[in-house]
């Protein structure tokens, strides 16, 4: 029998075992742990297994694996290592080093004369400028490059090196304000800290969801901080708060041809905002913050009347919102060993926790009101478990309260309001949710429903159809606190006017919603028809709550955006019924409809002075009115006048003359609403 072959016997073209390694050759892990290594760089075998079975199993939640295999060798002779340091001190380094260069190019300044020469001329930055992919830092703004120069008299070509666009650096006692801007981290494509600050305050103060989404004392204590610091707000969200803010701050209108303006400043600031998101979605960084940017980006979109953006930006967020986990109770869950981890980690502090549920509830909020036209929702209630936020004064002085035992679950949601879990802005949540239950159920109905709703359909026999008019005309606004029910949100005080916009839409969006599910039943030809009354009830009361707000000297563009879809279709009403009177020929009640469209149709391009919404909403119900001002024999019934003498725009131009000096030319007041005995006959006298 032959042998078998020994070492010394193996064929000349076989492979040779592994040379010994020297001392102190292997890695520092297989050292360690006393493991065979093959000295592979930049890893070794060993290591690449071990980083390899490690990422195999999903990290345990608020943990991540590491990017890369953790293997690590000792200096080799001539060639140096780059050595082992915490992050924040290699930063910290950095920025010394960044600091002495400066210096340097500082004295080299002081030390060589310069005599500035003609230059090319600096370019306005602008938004057809930037490049449109990527997050590019190309120039700062204009109000950044004025401080570049030393004296204000000086002409732009002083401030540029010969032949090249890049500013000026001046020898001064002082240092330069350009340079100190960019070597503090600050992003040159926001505008300088200053006219931030001033952004910054006019966001808090007029946007009505500002303080809903962000906590305003901290978000103004991070603003304090150096730019690099890891608390200073991120770059998105400032770009956000510049869109959000240009609608009462404008910088750079150019008005459109249908009447909107057009702000470059604010599509600068919201284009920057979306390359940031695009960045986040391809990477995941920072993606809380920027998701909270993609909020306040929505509603700019929404403000301005472009509803594709709004579509698409409604269920992008709320898609989004799912993989963090904050449709979960306490906004994040350790559930479920097969289902995948949060990609958050679990809350850090009461403040931190709030903010998540108030972020996923402004996306819920934002979601049921871009839906309110028909549109399936992104996020069906059966899959949110969160609970309610708190109130806005437990949240801004961070009292610890326990979370709100409310959720989307709780069976008495919209009929129990606890005193220490409810004010304006809970409510007003809650009327919106409200109201996209009335979207689910003719989305749903409307599904699979073998034919269209009619006006001889009687929908008090559709299952469900009953309570839900119960619970959205009469049980919501009946079971408000005393405190909200009987204040509207207008104070007309001695001391001055205020408006709770939170709490006058709470008393004008479930009227809303009552239009919204009984508009397709109406028939006006039948005095029993419950519809045909609670959508004539439910117009003319938002048409009074807008008389109430006109009376005062209040600012209407202040109110929440949505108010001009709720304008929209107490108007729709009122052409319904308008060409009803039109048909029988009775002049006098068809004149004061007629006042009542107007009076509508002037709210929308008011506010249509600040947000493009309105006046966009205002072309809309022009084409709805196309058939009644073909058929109605009324003088200039088109004509929109002010309801009052004058308005917030002409109250304090006392030295003008006013063009409408009596109460004649005003839209004539609505029919009071019936008391809810009498909802059976309808209000108009028919």
């Given at each position: 029998?032959p042998?078998?072959?020994?070492n010394?016997?193996?064929?000349?073209?076989?492979?040779?075992?592994?040379?010994?390694?020297?001392?102190?050759?292997?890695?520092h892990p297989?050292?360690?742990?006393?493991?065979?290594?093959?000295?592979?760089?930049?890893?070794?075998?060993?290591?690449?297994?071990?980083?390899?079975?490690?990422?195999?199993?999903?990290?345990?939640?608020?943990?991540?694996?590491?990017?890369?295999?953790?293997c690590s060798y000792?200096?080799?002779?001539?060639?140096?290592?780059?050595?082992?340091?915490?992050?924040?001190?290699k930063?910290?380094?950095?920025?010394?080093?960044?600091?002495?260069l400066?210096?340097?190019?500082?004295?080299?300044?002081?030390?060589?004369?310069?005599?500035p020469?003609?230059?090319?001329r600096?370019?306005?930055?602008?938004?057809?400028?930037?490049?449109?992919?990527?997050?590019?830092?190309?120039?700062?703004?204009?109000?950044v490059?004025?401080m570049i120069?030393?004296?204000?008299?000086?002409?732009?070509?002083?401030?540029?090196?010969?032949?090249?666009t890049?500013?000026?650096?001046?020898?001064?006692?002082?240092?330069?304000?350009?340079?100190?801007?960019?070597?503090?981290g600050w992003?040159?494509?926001?505008?300088?800290?200053?006219?931030?600050?001033?952004y910054?305050d006019?966001?808090f103060?007029c946007?009505?969801?500002?303080?809903?989404?962000?906590?305003?004392?901290?978000?103004?204590?991070?603003?304090h901080?150096?730019?690099?610091?890891?608390?200073f707000p991120?770059?998105?969200l400032l770009?956000?708060?510049?869109a959000?803010?240009?609608?009462?701050?404008?910088?750079?209108?150019?008005?459109?041809?249908?009447?909107?303006?057009?702000?470059?400043?604010a599509?600068?600031?919201?284009?920057?905002?979306?390359?940031?998101?695009d960045?986040?979605?391809?990477?995941?960084?920072?993606?809380?913050?920027?998701?909270?940017?993609?909020i306040?980006l929505?509603?700019?979109?929404?403000?301005e009347?472009?509803?594709?953006?709004?579509?698409?930006?409604?269920?992008f967020?709320?898609?989004?919102?799912?993989?963090?986990?904050?449709?979960?109770?306490?906004t994040?869950?350790?559930?479920?060993?097969n289902?995948?981890?949060?990609?958050?980690?679990?809350?850090?502090?009461?403040?931190?926790?709030?903010?998540?549920?108030?972020?996923?509830?402004?996306?819920?909020?934002f979601?049921?009101i871009?839906?309110?036209?028909?549109?399936?929702?992104s996020?069906d209630e059966?899959d949110i478990?969160t609970?309610l936020?708190?109130?806005d004064?437990?949240?801004?002085?961070?009292?610890p309260v326990?979370s709100?035992?409310?959720?989307?679950?709780?069976?008495?949601?919209?009929?129990?309001?606890?005193?220490?879990?409810?004010d304006?802005?809970?409510?007003l949540?809650?009327?919106?949710?409200?109201?996209?239950?009335?979207?689910?159920?003719?989305?749903?109905?409307?599904?699979?429903?073998p034919t269209?709703?009619?006006?001889?359909?009687?929908?008090?026999?559709?299952?469900?159809?009953?309570a839900?008019?119960?619970?959205?005309?009469?049980?919501?606004?009946?079971?408000?606190?005393?405190?909200?029910?009987?204040?509207?949100?207008v104070?007309?005080?001695?001391?001055?006017?205020?408006?709770?916009?939170?709490?006058?839409?709470?008393?004008?969006?479930?009227?809303?919603?009552?239009?919204?599910?009984h508009?397709?039943?109406?028939?006006?030809?039948n005095?029993?028809c419950?519809?045909?009354?609670?959508?004539?009830?439910?117009?003319?009361?938002?048409l009074?709550?807008?008389?109430?707000?006109?009376?005062?000297?209040?600012?209407i563009?202040?109110?929440?955006?949505f108010?001009t879809?709720?304008?929209?279709l107490?108007?729709?009403?009122?052409?319904?019924?308008?060409?009803?009177?039109?048909?029988?020929?009775?002049?006098?009640r068809?004149?004061?409809v007629?006042?009542?469209?107007?009076?509508l149709?002037?709210?929308m391009?008011?506010?249509?002075?600040r947000?493009?919404?309105?006046?966009r909403?205002?072309?809309?119900?022009?084409?709805?009115?196309?058939?009644?001002?073909?058929?109605?024999q009324?003088?200039?019934?088109?004509?929109?006048?002010?309801?009052?003498p004058?308005?917030?725009?002409?109250?304090?131009?006392?030295?003008?003359?006013r063009?409408?000096?009596?109460?004649e030319?005003?839209?004539?007041l609505?029919?009071s609403?019936?008391?809810q005995?009498?909802?059976a006959?309808?209000p108009?006298?028919m």
């Open positions: 029998m042998k078998a072959q020994t010394s016997q193996k064929p000349a073209g076989s492979t040779s075992a592994p040379r010994a390694l020297r001392r102190n050759q292997a890695c297989c050292r360690k742990r006393k493991l065979k290594c093959d000295a592979a760089r930049p890893a070794c075998g060993t290591c690449v297994k071990a980083w390899e079975t490690l990422i195999s199993v999903p990290a345990p939640p608020g943990y991540a694996h590491p990017s890369e295999p953790q000792d200096p080799v002779e001539g060639l140096t290592l780059a050595p082992d340091i915490v992050p924040l001190d930063i910290r380094q950095l920025e010394e080093e960044n600091a002495a400066k210096s340097r190019l500082y004295d080299m300044q002081l030390q060589v004369p310069r005599m020469s003609p230059g090319q600096m370019n306005s930055a602008s938004p057809n400028n930037s490049e449109s992919g990527g997050i590019s830092l190309p120039r700062a703004s204009l109000s490059m004025n120069s030393p004296t204000q008299d000086s002409p732009p070509e002083s401030r540029l090196r010969n032949g090249s890049s500013p000026e650096l001046h020898s001064a006692n002082n240092t330069d304000p350009f340079m100190d801007l960019l070597f503090s992003d040159p494509d926001l505008p300088d800290p200053a006219t931030m600050s001033h910054v006019v966001f103060r946007d009505p969801c500002s303080t809903h989404l962000l906590h305003k004392s901290s978000f103004l204590a991070a603003m901080l150096p730019p690099r610091d890891p608390g991120h770059s998105a770009h956000a708060i510049c959000a803010a240009s609608r009462w701050s404008s910088r750079e209108l150019v008005p459109g041809q249908d009447g909107t303006r057009r702000d470059t400043f599509e600068f600031h919201a284009s920057k905002t979306r390359q940031y998101i960045r986040t979605m391809a990477s995941g960084e920072d993606i809380f913050a920027v998701m909270q940017s993609c306040l929505s509603w700019y979109f929404y403000q009347g472009r509803w594709v953006e709004v579509w698409i930006f409604a269920s967020q709320t898609r989004v919102a799912i993989p963090l986990r904050l449709n979960y109770p306490g994040f869950s350790t559930h479920g060993n289902a995948p981890g949060a990609y958050l980690a679990p809350p850090k502090d009461f403040r931190d926790l709030e903010s998540r549920r108030r972020t996923w509830w402004m996306t819920i909020f979601d049921r871009a839906s309110v036209g028909g549109w399936v929702h996020v059966r478990g609970e936020p708190l109130r004064i437990d949240y801004e002085m961070q009292n326990p709100n035992p409310q959720d989307l679950s709780s069976p008495d949601l919209f009929l129990h309001h606890p005193p220490q879990y409810t304006s802005f809970l409510l949540l809650k009327s919106v949710l409200l109201f996209g239950r009335v979207t689910d159920y003719n989305v749903r109905g409307n599904l699979r429903a269209a709703p009619s006006s001889s359909q009687n929908p008090f026999y559709l299952d469900g159809f009953e839900l008019d119960k619970l959205v005309c009469v049980d919501f606004l009946e079971s408000l606190p005393a405190l909200y029910k009987h204040n509207n949100g104070t007309d005080a001695p001391e001055g006017n205020s408006l709770d916009t939170n709490l006058y839409m709470v008393h004008i969006i479930p009227h809303a919603a009552a239009i919204t599910l508009n397709p039943y109406i028939d006006f030809t005095p029993e419950i519809s045909t009354a609670r959508c004539v009830q439910s117009a003319r009361c938002i009074g709550a807008y008389y109430m707000l006109s009376a005062t000297s209040l600012d563009t202040r109110l929440h955006p108010v879809i709720c304008w929209y107490a108007a729709v009403v009122q052409v319904q019924l308008c060409k009803y009177f039109i048909e029988l020929g009775d002049n006098e068809e004149s004061t007629w006042g009542e469209i107007n009076v149709r002037f709210a391009l008011e506010f249509g002075r947000s493009p919404i309105g006046t909403q205002e072309k809309l119900l022009q084409g709805l009115m196309r058939e009644i001002v073909r058929m109605t009324q003088k200039n019934p088109m004509m929109v006048v002010p309801l009052y004058f308005s917030h725009e002409t109250l304090f131009r006392k030295d003008e003359p063009p409408y000096g009596n109460e030319s005003s839209a004539p609505p029919v609403p019936p008391e005995g009498q909802m006959s309808p108009f006298g």
